[in-house]
């Protein structure tokens, strides 16, 4: 089994920072793209950022400049450091990853359960 397990979202201020962890773990062989999506209430989930094996990254343009998406391979993590939060940016954040699971062929998509993010104004 594999496991995605996100942490670090809560309540902010507008203008303030919030740092994102999502850590797999299960029987793993490899990991490709990780990346961070969101879901506001009445809204269609939205990718953030995603952030491929050997470090390129993609950002929403709502968030460029903003947000920065980073790995820690060794620990089959991701983050996400949001900084100049908007009430915009409230939504539940949601962690996604590629991963070949061991004695796997193909690797599977995997998410994790989301983490609350609110920015009140």
């Known amino acids: 089994q594999v496991r995605l397990v996100e942490s670090g979202g809560g309540l902010v201020q507008a203008g303030g920072s919030l740092r994102l962890s999502c850590a797999a773990s299960?029987?793993?062989?490899?990991?490709?793209?990780m990346g961070w999506y969101r879901q506001a209430p009445g809204k269609q989930r939205e990718l953030v950022a995603s952030?491929?094996?050997?470090?390129?990254?993609n950002y929403a343009d709502s968030v460029k400049d903003r947000f920065t998406i980073s790995r820690d391979n060794a620990k089959n993590t991701v983050y996400l450091q949001m900084n100049s939060l908007k009430p915009e940016d409230t939504a539940v954040y949601y962690c996604?990853?590629?991963?070949?699971?061991?004695?796997?062929?193909?690797?599977?998509?995997?998410w994790g359960q989301g983490t609350q993010v609110t920015v009140s104004s």
């Open positions: 299960g029987s793993i062989s490899s990991i490709n793209n």
């Open positions: 996604n990853a590629d991963i070949q699971r061991s004695g796997f062929r193909y690797p599977s998509n995997y």
């Open positions: 952030i491929s094996k050997v470090g390129s990254t």
